[in-house]
Nanobody
Framework: QVQLVESGGGIVQAGGSLRLSCAASGSIFVFRTMAWYRQAPGKQRELVAGISNNGSTKYAESVKDRFTISRDGPKNTGYLQMNSLKPEDTAVYYC???????????????WGQGTQVTVSS
């Protein structure tokens, strides 16, 4: 059973920084992509950043040049470094991974439970 566990959320003032972590545990054969999504109250969940197995990354326009996604392959852990945070970044942040579980027969999509990020003005 694969699980994703996020950590690193919290309350920070505008202009501050946070680093989110996403630790994947269980029997994992290979990752295809890892991504961070966020959902603010009353809004749809949106993609924040993603990283593929070859290291290519993509970002939402609203976070480009402020957020950086990375992954530590051997540790099966992903990170989202968030700098110059703004009040509009306030949301629950979710880790997502598309991976092939050990002994599985196809790629599967997994989600973490989410971590709250609150940016005060």
């Amino acid at each position: 059973q694969v699980q994703l566990v996020e950590s690193g959320g919290g309350i920070v003032q505008a202009g501050g920084s946070l680093r989110l972590s996403c630790a994947a545990s269980g029997s994992i054969f290979v990752f295809r992509t890892m991504a961070w999504y966020r959902q603010a109250p009353g809004k749809q969940r949106e993609l924040v950043a993603g990283i593929s197995n070859n290291g290519s990354t993509k970002y939402a326009e609203s976070v480009k040049d402020r957020f950086t996604i990375s992954r530590d392959g051997p540790k099966n852990t992903g990170y989202l470094q968030m700098n110059s945070l703004k009040p509009e970044d306030t949301a629950v942040y979710y880790c997502n991974a598309d991976l092939w579980p050990q002994g599985g027969s196809t790629w599967k999509d997994y989600w973490g439970q989410g971590t709250q990020v609150t940016v005060s003005s």
